[in-house]
Every structure is written in structure tokens, then in C-alpha cells.
């Protein structure tokens, strides 16, 4: 099982300019836009950073990326205006934006390193993720601040990085994948966008009176026993899922279920070994919640151009040791069943239930989440050199919650498309979890080389 850690070996310097504000490049309307009752949850309530990375391309060699952007940017911000604007807090903790116009965080910057010196480090975690995206001193709240940070990174060999922060309740992976089409179609001298972004927060607003008939799991009070005990440290690290890994993770799944996708068979590997990783008491409760975009589970869908928020997590809850003494495929059909529920009505319900319970924040003790990072295709966008060698989220974890992880689409030092997972984990449980993946995978491929030997053995006879 291939894993990977950010090298710490590789220090590069940075150069950074101050950090500006760049508007609209022309007037956009001064207004206030509530969020929806999903956009404002408080498990949506923090900064999501994300990184791209483009080679050098001759063609280009007169055009800056620092000034293309920056450019490009004015422009899209008058389509997307809301995004220059600043967040306020209203009663209920109800958020809105105030849609004053004073624009988004810009950085240029110029790094002496290489793309090549970064290796096969094009891939989360990044090394000196930090000197890449300056966390600007102040910035970092969800009101009263922008709610974008871009900083573009020149470095030696004519490549550049892109690197984004951006306030998650403005807008899931589909809708900044929107954003950023739109940004680089503007980049690449389009006068406006070819598919016009749609407010509409009031398609998932909670009803009034609020009418709450499902049992959210995802959002039971659970007491924490490891509370008073320390902040335990956490690491970073990867694991590649390619065609090998995946197919013998199949392998363990009941033929019944063997129609199940990709994502599924991810999740229910990763709540698995994570569980057995953290040496979880087996009488308490685990969740897994995989995100589910449910853009197309409303009738009509979701308006093409919508940009908010359009998800649920979905939980998938049973017991420590049922979880580790069976195989996969149990997990696998809790999930299936999880994601199963995610209906129009379901995603009224938790507006209603957003409004009636405070905007709460979702379970996280002993809760692993996953999100199926594969079809944003991050690394498509293309400001004009064409698509990124990454593009995608820089690290495990969401917010100050490690147990998130992302399904994010990579090739591999040998070619091969599959997956990375960045983890986060103390470092004795990343050992763990390292030790339970390689075993599993392993075992089975064990297993399919005895079932083979013999067949051909036969044969030849």
C-alpha cells in the first residue's frame, strides 16, 4: 500500500507582497443575501484551503499568472459578487452577507524552488503548505472578514501554485468549482461567464413552522470520555488507492453488494481501519457520514448555476466492535443504506432542524466524514496553462475536526489513476491504521494468488 508523508527536508523561501483587496471592476449591488438554513450550520463555519499547481508553458512566457488572475478576479467578482462582500451574524445566529463590494484577499508572491525539487510531493500533505497560503493575521474569522484568500506563487522553473482559503459557507466543492471555472474562463479573455451563477439560498431555507420527522444521527449530543486527558498531536499523511487496492478491497464485499461504488468501498476501509487504528471501547457508537450532493435529489434538481451549499452528511452509526469484527462489507451496507436517505425531504428536515437546534454542530466524537472529492475535477481548471499537475484540498481534516478526510484524484510515481486519502491521526494510531490498510489489502491479494496458482495448475494438466 503506497503512503505518503510531506518531506521535511524540502525548505524553500517565499516572497511575499502585502496582501491587497482586489473589488469588482465595477459597481455590483449594495445589498444583504441571507444563506440558506444548510449554508450556515456550524459544522460549515471555517476556512477550507486548497492548492493548484501548474507547470511552466513556453506559449505562455510573456504572461504573468500573478496579473492574470488578479485580473481575471475584478472580473468574476462582478458575477460573484457576494463573494466581496463580508458575513454578518444576525439573530437565531442567522448569517447573511452584507454585500459591500470591498473584494477578496490577494497575495503575490515568488518562491525559490522548483517544481521539480518538490518530487512526488504533488500531493497532500504539502510541504511548507504554510509559506504557500500566508494565513494574513486577522483574516481567519467566518464574519466581518473576507471571504476568499488567494495567493498565486511564482516559482524558479516558470510554474506557479495557486493557493485558495475560502469560507465554507459560501459554497460547497461543486459551487467553488463553478467559481473557479468561471475565474479561469474570465482569465482566458471570455467576457463573462458560460454558466451564470444562481443565488436562490431560499430553496433551502427552513419551513416555517419547522417540521422535523427524521432521526439526524449525524447531529446526536455525544459525551466525549477523552475529555481532561490532553490534545493529542496529530500528523499528516496519504494513501494511494489505485486499481490493485481497490479491487482487493472488493474482494471482501458480499456478492450482494458487490454493485457498490468506489466511494463506498473507500469509506467503509476508512472507518474501519481508523476505528481499529484508535483502539475505540467496542461498546461505543462510531459514525460515518459520507457527504451526499443532493443537487439532483430535488424535484425539479437544484437550479444549474446554484452555488451554495447542496449537501448532507448522512450518518452510519454502529458499535466499535461490530464494526472491527466484521468484515468491509458490513460497513458498506450501513453506509449504502446512510447515503440512501438523503432526499428532498430529508435536506428540509435538517433545514428545519438547523433552525430549531441553534445550528448545531455535527457529532464529531468518534465520527469519521468523507468527501468524494473525485467528480469536482479540481485539477481541470485551466487559467491558461493549461490543467493543473494537482488541484484539490491540501490537507485531511475540515477545520479544526481531524477526523474528515477527502477522496481526491492522482496519478501515481508509475502513471497509475486512482486516489489519495489524507489522513490525520496521532502518530502511534497513523501507525496503526498504516499496519490494519496493508494487512487488509494484502491478505486478500494473498488469498486471490492461492485461488489462481492452483487453476492453472489444472489447466496445464
Known sequence: MASYTSPLSLIFNVRRCQPELVPPCKPTPHEVKLLSDIDDQDGLRFQIPLIFIYRHKPSMAEKDPVQVIREGLSKTLVFYYPFAGRLREGPGRKLMVDCTGEGVLFIEADADVTLDQFGDALQPPFPCFQELLYDVPGSEQVTNCPLLLIQVTRLKCGGFVVAIRMNHTMSDGAGLKQFLNALAELCQGASQPSVQPVWQRELLMARDPPHITFNHREYEQVLDTTKGIGTPIIVDQSFFFGPAEITALRRLIPFHLRKCTTVDVIAACFWHCRTKAL??????????????????????????????????????????????????????????????????????????????????????????????????????????????????????GAGDFPGATYMVPHKNEKGEEGIVLPIRLPPEAMKRFAKELDDMIENQNQLARSKIGPSFTNSAL
Not at 464494526?323 to 458498506?332: D, E, H, K, M, T
Open 279 to 396: 483502539q475505540i471501547d467496542p461498546n461505543d457508537d462510531v459514525r460515518m457520514m459520507v457527504l451526499v450532493n443532493a443537487r439532483a435529489r430535488f424535484n425539479p434538481p437544484l437550479p444549474v448555476g446554484y452555488y451554495g451549499n447542496g449537501f448532507s452528511y448522512p450518518a452510519a452509526v454502529t458499535t466499535a466492535g461490530k464494526l472491527c469484527r466484521n468484515s468491509i462489507g458490513y460497513a458498506v451496507e450501513l453506509i449504502k443504506k446512510a447515503k440512501g436517505e438523503v432526499t428532498e425531504e430529508y435536506m428540509h428536515f435538517v433545514a428545519d432542524f438547523m433552525v430549531v437546534n441553534g445550528r448545531c454542530l455535527f457529532t464529531t466524537v468518534r465520527t469519521c466524514i468523507l468527501s468524494d472529492l473525485t467528480r469536482a475535477r479540481f485539477e481541470e481548471v485551466n487559467f491558461g496553462w493549461g490543467e493543473a499537475l494537482y488541484g484539490g484540498v491540501a490537507k485531511g
